[in-house]
């Protein structure tokens, strides 16, 4: 297992953002971090208003969008109406009960899993993230964003590799023994107390996982 842990990036990475317009400067910033290892029948969890989507259909990578709010699903589908590289928009519930007899039909379907609506607080629930497995093929990639757990990081880059010692130990009981984590990359979305995507997330880690 190797990670990939940019120290640049802590310090580098924007601390002010202003939604949208720095979320936008964010989605790009992840869509080049995670393009390398987006492969085959790709779903995205959370698609929301589609922000992220926008730039795989501007790469021209075909890929199903997923939301479980209706009037989300809804939107999607009239802003992407008639565009190829989107394949369908799913309404998905990743915290359902029955999720493996109700989703039944998309068993194993999907080679890549993508979950990176920082503004979702569900992306990182770890029963979402138990039911994702389902759709997903065997060595299938999940690719997710979650809060880096910062109990051992006062802000000082000496402590960078506890951090990262640490993160690893709670991101693998998130994903209990299902997954095999390959690559964590980290960025920063706190130091504006007016924005609440901030105030919510603060030090957050991009995080790359193979099914098993």
């Not at 690893?168 to 920063?188: C, G, P, V």
Request: overall charge positive.
């Amino acid at each position: 297992m190797s990670t990939d842990q940019i120290t640049s990036e802590l310090a580098a990475s924007p601390g002010h953002f202003r939604v949208p317009e720095e979320l936008t400067l964010l989605n790009k910033w992840m869509f080049s971090a995670i393009q390398p290892y987006i492969r085959g029948r790709i779903l995205e969890i959370g698609s929301g208003n589609g922000e992220l989507s926008d730039f795989f259909v501007q790469q021209g990578i075909h890929l199903h969008l997923s939301d479980e709010n209706d009037d989300h699903c809804i939107k999607l589908r009239e802003k992407f109406q008639g565009v190829n590289a989107i394949r369908k928009v799913h309404n998905i519930n990743f915290l359902r009960q029955d999720f493996r007899a109700f989703y039944a039909s998309k068993s194993e379907v999907f080679s890549t899993l993508i979950a990176l609506n920082v503004a979702d607080h569900n992306v990182y629930d770890k029963v979402a993230l138990a039911n994702s497995k389902h759709l997903l093929r065997q060595r299938g990639f999940l690719i997710f964003v979650a809060p880096a757990y910062t109990a051992l990081y006062p802000g000082t880059p000496e402590n960078t590799q506890d951090l990262r010692r640490f993160n690893q130990k709670r991101l693998k009981a998130l994903l209990d023994d299902d997954f095999e984590i390959l690559k964590t990359r980290y960025f920063n979305l706190s130091g504006n107390m007016q924005n609440r995507l901030s105030n919510h997330l603060g030090l957050s880690v991009l995080a790359l996982a193979r099914k098993l």
